[in-house]
């Protein structure tokens, strides 16, 4: 009886056990991995950083990335929009689309700024550039360039790409040459090339068709091609300091032409064909060797300035009084002795400086000069005006003064 209950215990407690057994092993297979919260010697976990790429940089980051490629010593705030040292613009989506990089200490021009997609006016003037990166052509939004006194040499023609282009300004450089490709700009509007080393303009130049404003001053020598005729909208026009001797005909033939600079030349007449120049509302030709006006200049009715000063005139021609328009004329520092009577025939003059001349007396006819506001006389022979002037409103414009005491 004892010997049987030993058998049934000793059998319960091996099933018992077996029982706590698959328990303790089902319990440990579903109980969830553990992990340290401490990093032993042997085990640490590290997480590896995105690397930041173009396309998670948001756009101010790019933006200053860009930014400090161009300029190495960039000191602004991260948001190149708010730049103050370096006056950068934003359009409304905050994209960069101005750059005044004048006085930058720039001796090259990085590539990356092709990556500013929305820049519309760059300025980099009073640098030290001798060239542009041919990337430059990408920058098919650019709607004004200005690389003004730098030192560039040759421009590339990827330049001539820039479709969109109204305004460049190449002045105060070392350009010997302007390629024929100058004429795919067709929406150019304004061209500065003034004080380079340009001998001659490429005929294309005549394909400018939209072009208004061209200063060219300070080429010596500079030719101009029969094309030049075919800038049909051009206004305004600087020529000087450039050793002409006479005027260009192709210059005569400008149908729109309203302001015209010869300035510091070296002619010493004007052509008859000026009388072609109907539109013609300033012309500026002082510091020549002039010594004679051809008739013809009194068939510009148009004319309201007209600056004939430091030149070596010694008459002026009567046809002087057919323009009815002028109410600028400059003489000074000629060899004026004598006035022609029909100078009276300027009633539109307000302003005559005939100073410095060899004039001993004034004609009469100058009483009918009803708005003349400034009358210069000084550096003449003139002791003293006749009474009817000195009585009559013009006593109050006369320099000098004491000419009427």
Known sequence: MKSGFVVRAIGLCALWAAVLIAAGCSAQAAAPTRIPTTPTSTSVITSTPTPTTAATQTLQEQQLAIINAIFKDYDGPEDVCQSRKIPIGCDPTGQVDFINGDRTNLTSLSPEITRLHALRTLLITNNALTSLPPEIGQLTAL??????????????????????????????????????????????????????????????????????????????????????????????????????????????????????????????????????????????????????????????????????????????????????????????????????????????????????NQISAVPPQFLKLKYLAFLHLEGNPINSLPPEICRSRLKDVIYPPGLCS
């Open 143 to 356: 709607t004004e360039l200005n690389v003004e006194r730098n030192r560039i040499v040759k421009l590339p023609s990827e330049l001539w790409q820039l479709s969109n282009l109204k305004g460049l300004y190449l002045s105060h450089n070392d350009l010997s040459a302007l390629p024929p490709e100058i004429g795919n700009l067709k929406a150019l509007q304004t061209l500065e090339i003034e004080d380079n080393q340009l001998t001659e303009l490429p005929a294309e130049i005549g394909q400018l068709a939209d072009l208004y404003d061209l200063s060219m001053s300070g080429n010596r020598g500079l030719r101009l091609p029969p094309e030049f005729a075919r800038l049909a909208n051009l206004d305004n026009l600087e020529f000087d300091r450039s050793g002409l001797t006479d005027l260009p005909l192709p210059i005569t033939r400008l149908p729109k032409l309203r302001e015209l600079t010869l300035n510091e030349n070296d002619m010493t007449s004007l052509p008859p064909e000026i009388s072609q120049m109907n539109a013609l509302r300033e012309l500026y030709v002082d510091q020549n060797r002039l010594t004679e006006l051809p008739p013809e200049i009194g068939q510009l009715q148009q004319l309201a300035t007209l600056d004939l000063s430091a030149n070596r005139l010694t008459v002026l021609p009567r046809e002087i009084g057919q323009m009815t328009y002028l109410d600028e004329l400059n003489l000074a520092s000629n060899q004026l002795s004598t006035l022609p009577p029909e100078i009276g025939n300027l009633v539109s003059l307000q302003d005559l400086d005939l100073s410095d």
